[in-house]
């Protein structure tokens, strides 16, 4: 069975940090580290869009409205995702979705909310 399990999220004051986690499981997966991982976030209202991308050969790619405050890293071994967080705005508010793609598979998890509110 594939899937993507995000965790991380949660209530956060604007300034603050969070740090996302994506686990992956599946047969599918034993090749983890050749699979192209990114985060999406939808707003309420909004479209789902691109937050952050990184592939096999750990190249990275940011929105502009995030470059310079998250970080997206992986972590084969443990077939792990990460997405730090870090200057919080409130439009950073969403949820918060893992994503796998590889030739013309692709993979979403389910979710984690984010919220950036005082």
């Known amino acids: 069975q594939v899937q993507l399990v995000e965790s991380g999220g949660g209530l956060v004051q604007p300034g603050g940090s969070l740090r996302l986690s994506c686990a992956a499981s599946?047969?599918?997966?034993?090749?983890?580290?050749?699979?192209?991982m990114g985060w999406y976030r939808q707003a309420p209202g909004k479209q789902r869009e691109l937050v952050a991308t990184?592939?096999?050969?750990?190249?990275?790619n940011y929105a502009d409205s995030v470059k310079g405050r998250f970080t997206i890293s992986r972590e084969n071994a443990k077939k792990t995702v990460y997405l730090q967080m870090n200057t919080l705005k409130p439009e950073d508010t969403a949820v918060y979705y893992c994503?796998?793609?590889?030739?013309?598979?692709?993979?979403w998890g389910k979710g984690t909310l984010v919220t950036v509110s005082s």
């Open positions: 994503n796998a793609k590889k030739r013309d598979l692709n993979y």
């Open positions: 990184i592939d096999p050969s750990e190249s990275t």
């Open positions: 599946g047969i599918i997966f034993s090749g983890f580290s050749t699979w192209d």
